[in-house]
């Protein structure tokens, strides 16, 4: 095969950086940003120059299929057909007694657009069940619900442009330094250039962000919208709002003038335990700027009221019109590589294709025409959220649950429950790349899939753009890539329901896959009509939307201050805040955060794999603030029990000033595979957010 270089996407977060893969016979031999694209014009972060030793060995990669022969067998090696046939007659079985919805599907915003694109139609086309829902849930959910409520649709408004362009950046629950590294860097650049920009960083901890930063507000946890609602009630007050701008493009702006009214800074920074002062220099700053951007992630998602605190921030944009011109809006980061390529697929409960919903029968007609099926295959009820879904399968509700590329035993919330939930279905099928996580030492059937580096498909970042991604070597062993093993058992799983009907899978080749993805978006407000894999090969990377006959796709949306709602007019919401769902008590004092570590990925399965990557922090902590630990005698390295009403893990601890009193942290990371627990969400709660189902992994009381 001889040394070639192949372009491509890194396989790590939402911020999309393009690589450029050396191979040489077969074999990944070195990985380098690709000076070309747009998001990150060469720069990698610690994991992306990583990526080629990560893939320069097999071992550890899932090489071949594995099943159970009776219940409580181990899993043994069997061929692809066995376990393909397997997969689709245990569905088959169980739709035929119990139903569609007693079959779910449990999948990824790690997969690629044209993967997720067939599972959806695996789920929602051939079986008639909503019950596909994905990691996404744990993470993109309250900002997408946001925005739906506030713009009538879901999607960023700004793009990376406005990085370099933002006078004020104001970063709301989330760590840019350790999460994005490589839009930071783009972020530093930009104020080197124009020292005036102002950064204001919103955080129980002190962070590596927040310790770059102008302005720290170290909130009490769960406390934002407080904190949002007190900075505009300074706004109003002063007469920092864009009065024009309401009275053209918003609807909704005098009830929630009436509802700050009452909170006051001064009311709003005890709420937060801040000092007033910062709350209205945050406020100075971010009505006063030309141009204001927010960037926000987990500490805002992840909580029981995250779809109002990403409301009462989007608030604050539409008020004073830092929306829909350079430098400005509230752009919501996405955390996996193709958590809005999962969103535009439809790939969730709750929703269908190209932003299409659910309860919507001409909506659901649309699809099931597009598809070729009756409309009366599309199923009008929604599907069951995360938690919801591994609640029915502890309840018995749902039978079998086909798991595809994430680690549910490790990263839900509430791990003794999810793992009685997984020993209780009757098949759980796990497709993964590698064979040892937490979740596929409870499969009974493994699929093992090729991965990055291995495999073709599209990807869309942050900032809606679409770039390929493509395979430099062959799979090792017999793995195949996701769509193949999704194609494999939809056209078994066809034969079985509806004998005789043409397939739906009939051709599934990766470029084919996203051309029907693209015609599904066609006159949505994210239309791709005019995209294909020969515009992507010619042009580079694109944004969306880019419908048929456009020259060039749209860096922004809502310039016109035209929104997507009915009448056209974005939405105030009069959000007040309200506690997490957990309160901290003598019995459970403190309140648990968790999050990210810099040079470590979810599980870890691949980057657990390179001694390099545990340089920066090399076992796992529960850090605690040294005041804390004094008071009850702690030093660093001591073990520790942290225990909730859930369940219990033993950490090392570790003080740490960079947090409040009152609270500890431990990174999500670590789990079964290095501990002996499933890791810190042994601990964690699974209360969810009422409008977006999102779960509130960051603020359970523990002691
Ligand atoms: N290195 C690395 N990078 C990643 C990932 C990874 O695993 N490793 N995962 C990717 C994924 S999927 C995601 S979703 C993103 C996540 O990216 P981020 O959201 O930036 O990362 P987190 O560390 O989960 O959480 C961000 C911060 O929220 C803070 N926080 C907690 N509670 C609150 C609160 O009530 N209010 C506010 N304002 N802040 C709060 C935490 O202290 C934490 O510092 O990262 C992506 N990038
Ligand atoms: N306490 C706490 N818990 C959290 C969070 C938190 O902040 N705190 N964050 C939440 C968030 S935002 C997220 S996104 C989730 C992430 O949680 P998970 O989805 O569990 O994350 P990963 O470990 O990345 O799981 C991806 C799996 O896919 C496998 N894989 C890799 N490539 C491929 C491929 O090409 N095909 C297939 N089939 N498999 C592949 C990997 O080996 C890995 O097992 O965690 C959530 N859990
Ligand atoms: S910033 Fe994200 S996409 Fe870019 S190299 Fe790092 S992990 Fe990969
Ligand atoms: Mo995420």
């Known amino acids: 095969m001889g040394r070639t270089e192949t372009r491509s996407t890194c396989c790590y977060c939402g911020t999309g950086c393009g690589v450029l893969i050396a191979s ?54 069997v061929g692809w057909d066995e376990a393909l046939d397997s997969v689709a007659e245990s569905f088959a079985r169980i739709i035929h007694q119990h139903g569609p919805d007693a079959v779910a599907f449990y999948v990824s915003g790690q997969l690629l657009t044209e993967d997720y694109y067939l599972f959806n139609k695996l789920a929602k086309g051939v079986v008639g069940t909503n019950n596909i829902d994905t990691n996404s849930r744990l993470c993109m959910s309250s900002a997408v619900t946001a925005y739906k409520k506030a713009f009538g649709a879901d999607g960023p408004p700004s793009c990376y442009a406005d990085l370099e362009q933002a006078d004020c950046v104001l970063f709301a629950g989330s760590n840019l330094a ?76 005098a009830e929630l003038k009436q509802m700050v009214r009452n909170t006051t800074p001064n009311m709003a920074a005890e709420i937060c335990g801040i000092r007033e002062e910062d709350l209205i220099q945050a406020a100075e700053w971010f009505g006063r700027s030309p141009a204001s951007l927010s960037l926000y992630c987990m500490g805002l998602n992840q909580s029981s009221h995250g779809t109002d605190k990403n409301l009462a921030l989007i608030n604050l944009h539409l008020a004073t019109g830092q929306i829909g011109k350079p430098g400005a809006g509230p752009f919501s980061l996405t955390g996996q590589p193709n958590a809005m390529g999962g969103r535009e697929v439809g790939g969730m409960a709750t929703m269908l294709a190209a932003h299409r919903d659910i309860d919507n029968a001409a909506h659901r007609a649309e699809v099931a025409a597009h598809w070729g099926v009756p409309a009366e295959r599309l199923s009008a009820t929604p599907g069951l959220p995360a938690i919801a879904m591994f609640d029915a399968l502890q309840q018995g509700r749902i039978k079998a649950i086909w798991i595809a590329c994430s680690n549910p035993a490790h990263s839900l919330p509430n791990l003794p429950q999810v793992r009685a939930a997984l020993a209780k279905a009757e098949l759980v ?85 996203f051309d029907e993805h693209c015609a599904l978006t066609a006159g949505r407000d994210l239309d791709i009509s005019g995209l294909s894999y020969a515009v992507l090969d010619s042009a580079g990377p694109q944004q969306w939307p880019r419908p048929a006959g456009a020259v060039q796709a749209q860096a922004r949306r809502y310039v016109d201050g035209v929104f997507a709602t009915a009448n056209g007019r974005a939405r105030f919401h009069a959000v007040r805040y309200q506690p997490p769902a957990e309160n901290v008590s003598a019995h459970y004092p403190f309140r648990l955060l968790t999050g990210r570590l810099r040079d470590q990925w979810h599980g870890m399965s691949r980057t657990g794999r390179l001694p390099q990557l545990f340089a920066h922090r090399p076992e796992p902590a529960l850090e605690m603030h040294p005041d804390d630990a004094e008071r009850r005698g702690l030093q660093t390295g001591d073990l520790v029990r942290i225990s909730s009403k859930r369940g219990q893990l033993v950490l090392p601890l570790a003080t740490s000033r960079e947090l409040p009193g009152g609270t500890v942290f431990a990174a999500m990371h670590w789990n079964g595979q290095f501990l002996n627990s499933g890791g810190i969400n042994e601990t964690s709660q699974p209360q969810v957010d009422g409008q977006s189902f999102q779960p509130e992994l960051k603020h359970a009381a523990s002691r």
């Open 178 to 253: 350790y999460a994005h590294p490589v839009l930071l860097r783009r972020l530093e650049e930009a104020r080197a250039a124009r020292p005036d920009t102002r950064w204001i960083v919103i955080d129980p901890r002190r962070t590596d962000t927040a310790a770059m930063a102008d302005l720290h507000l170290q909130i009490q946890p769960g406390t934002d919208v407080a904190l949002f609602n007190g900075m505009l009630h300074h706004l109003i007050w002063e007469g920092l709002v864009a009065a024009d701008y309401i009275s053209a493009h918003t609807e909704g702006f």
């Open 24 to 77: 040489e016979d077969g074999r990944i031999t070195g990985v380098r940003g690709d000076p070309e694209h747009p998001a990150n014009f060469g720069r990698l972060c610690s994991k992306g120059l990583n990526l080629a030793a990560s893939a320069a060995s097999d071992s550890g990669r899932a090489l071949y299929p594995e099943m159970r022969l009776t219940r409580d067998a181990p899993r043994q090696r």
């Open 429 to 513: 099928v796990v497709q993964d790349a590698f064979a040892h996580t937490d979740t596929t030492a409870l499969a009974d059937i493994l699929l093992p899939a090729a991965t990055w580096g291995e495999k073709e498909g599209t990807v869309t970042n942050s900032e809606r753009r679409i770039s390929r991604v493509r395979a430099a070597v062959p799979p090792p062993g017999e793995a195949q890539s996701d769509g193949w093993i999704v194609s494999q058992i939809a056209r078994r799983l066809e034969a079985l329901l509806y004998p005789g009907a043409a397939s739906l899978f009939a051709d599934t080749e990766v470029a084919s896959v």
